[in-house]
């Protein structure tokens, strides 16, 4: 089953402009993070927010967590072609099953 | 970094085969790896969890009898479909967990499973 939402389902940008994408989740969790994945291929690993951590950054992307709102975003500055993707949150629900639970994604084209 | 290999990548295979699929751990040991299943342009649905040398746990829904789930070894998890049919064309990706809460999993690069 989906943990939750993300919004919007699809961006479109121009190159340099800053591309902020919203995911929100159901249970309690231990960690929540964010994937890349080109059109057709696996997952790359992005972000990863432990469940007592606020803000984190790394690189061009800034993530958000608010646990009281059961809600994250992601920032990407500056994007750039290379940044067309979809965007998936996940997260480790609490407990000790160590099962992501996908949001719907985001689908980004960042036009050059 | 951690490397998982899932292959193949691609295959195409006739109504009432089977077809197995790979995921590798290539440079760590992970006890436990993870099936999803994605529908084009939609989500990753977890299938099941693999735990090395026990049976698999499955997700509501996804019947145990036609996604048969082998996990034998520290480095290898096997995901076979039993007597495909067109609507289990899909792609399939598998995870696996290194120190999940640190870094994240890793994923394969995902099998393109086409039943004609």
């Known amino acids: 089953s989906q943990q939750g939402e993300e919004d919007p389902q699809a961006l479109s940008i121009q190159e340099g402009e800053n591309a902020t994408m919203n995911c929100s989740y159901k249970?309690?969790?231990?960690?929540l993070q964010w994937y890349r994945q080109n059109s057709g291929r696996g997952l790359v690993h992005l972000i990863l927010?432990?469940?007592?951590?606020r803000e984190k950054h790394s690189g061009r992307l800034r993530v958000t967590l608010d646990t009281s709102k059961k809600s994250s975003s992601l920032l990407i500055t500056a994007s750039r072609a290379a940044d067309t993707a979809s965007y998936f949150c996940?997260?480790?629900?609490?407990?000790?099953?160590?099962?992501?639970?996908f949001g719907q994604g985001t689908t980004l084209q960042v036009k050059p | 970094g951690a490397v998982v290999s899932q292959h193949p990548s691609w295959v195409i295979c006739k109504s009432g085969t089977s077809v197995k699929i790979e995921c590798r751990s290539l440079?760590?040991?992970?006890?436990?790896m993870f099936w999803y299943r994605q529908f084009p342009k939609q989500s990753l649905m977890l299938m099941a969890t693999?735990?090395?040398?026990?049976?698999?746990?499955?997700e509501q829904g996804v019947e145990k009898d036609k996604f048969l789930i082998n996990h034998a070894s520290l480095t290898l998890s096997t995901l076979t479909v039993t007597s495909a049919h067109p609507e289990d064309s899909s792609f399939y990706i598998c995870?696996?967990?290194?120190?999940?809460?640190?870094?994240?999993?890793?994923f394969g690069s995902g099998t393109r499973l086409t039943v004609v």
């Open positions: 249970t309690s969790i231990n960690n």
């Open positions: 693999s735990n090395e040398g026990s049976k698999a746990t499955y």
């Open positions: 440079d760590f040991q992970a006890t436990t």
């Open positions: 996940a997260t480790d629900a609490a407990g000790n099953t160590g099962k992501l639970i």
């Open positions: 995870s696996a967990m290194q120190r999940a809460r640190v870094y994240g999993y890793t």
């Open positions: 927010i432990r469940s007592n951590e």
